[in-house]
């Protein structure tokens, strides 16, 4: 479906300039025209991100030690900023399958040119071939389509009348694969001085398809730099994933172009220079609008940042006077939970001034946290690995008989506690 709705696209550039490379560098054109209002969007949200570079290192700084919690504040930031850092990546990635699905229309002109049939692409396989226009290769030839269509040009009129393509005469179409000299369907060769051009004296012919792969990778390489000069990797991980994409994708370039037909590397020529203009274009034009934008996103943060400051700086001063305020939004049921923690605390420090009273040389219980004299069990003993089970069993029954009347004293207490707290409960 892509590969014939492409097709009639080019086939109509075609009809227009009557030349394969225009109808290619039309197609390219109309591309980059459909994809820049998103690239635009893509643009000014990486620029965004780049300008915020300053406040996410602050925020790494100030949460060195809470990695969760700096994550939290850069989403809340980004959030602010209303930013998206994975839309810049979701665009860039478009370009691709449209490469695919282009090099799938220039593999197969017949199919998606012609829109003929399997059986009418093997009819006229063997007209051409009975006519001695055309020789099938003895392996499956990925190109053998191109190769087809290049044989109905230069014998047009002969294939075209004869009786054997009658029934899908009409739907031929001579196309001439032909521009600047070069035959858009051959491929360029590293031994350029082997090739039917170079010993047919068209020396800069053979030349210039062997240099279309290496003009293709170093304009890749500037539309590259071009793009990180606005937006600098802002971390030292991304910074090296860039370094070995800016070493991978010029290679990536020249291997393809070497393997696809010339009027591929024509049309990766043609996208690396419109994306050279429109780099150039929108960091001028999105570096005034953003320095505007950031300025006044800037100054609010401060503003929030000021007032944060001044509340914590007073509730700090609240609380080393002892006036800090009840939060009015907790709920009566917590609220009931602290004084009856509270009161709880208080009536252990009573019992425990009592005791000291009555006994000021008694030993605290080993098992005595705080105020909280069997904080560890009652029958918790110190050293009880040190010691004979007997002795462990002595000493465990005088820390209970110890704590019998203590008990009985603080069940009462709680319960008193506890009818309280019930009362302020239901009021």
Known sequence: MFIKAFGSVLLFFYNICNSYGGAILLFGLLVKLIMLPFQMKSKHSMMRTTMLTPRVKELEKRYATNKQKYQE????????????????????????????????????PLVALMKLSQENIDVLTDVVTKLGYYTAPAKADAYSQMTIANV??????????????????????????????????????????????????????????????????????????????????????TAQTSKTMNL????????????????MGLYWIEQSVLGIIQEAILNRYYKTKLDAEMAEFNEAQRKKDAELEAKRAETERLKAEGKTQVNANTSKKRLAAQERNAEEQRLAAIRAAERAAKNPNAELPASQVGTRRFARGRAYVADRYDVTEAEAAAETAEAAAAGEADLEEAKAQLAETEAVGTAEEKE
């Open 152 to 237: 109905l040009h230069e014998h047009f009129a002969d294939i075209v009348s004869n009786p054997g393509v009658a029934e899908f005469a009409g739907q031929l179409k001579d196309v001439n694969f032909h521009f600047l000299g070069l035959n858009l369907i051959e491929k360029p060769s590293l031994m350029f001085w082997n090739t039917p051009e170079w010993a047919n004296g068209l020396w800069y012919v053979a030349l210039l398809m062997f240099l279309i792969p290496f003009i293709s990778a170093g304009l890749t390489i500037l539309q590259t730099k071009l793009s990180q000069k606005m937006n600098p990797p802002q971390d030292a991980q």
């Open 248 to 263: 991978v994708m010029p290679l990536m370039s020249v291997y393809i172009c070497f393997i696809m037909p010339v009027c």
């Open 73 to 108: 504040e850069v989403a809340k930031l980004y959030k602010e900023a209303k930013i998206n850092p994975m839309s810049g990546c979701l665009w860039s990635l478009i370009p691709f399958p449209i490469i695919i699905i282009l090099y799938a229309v220039v593999r197969q």
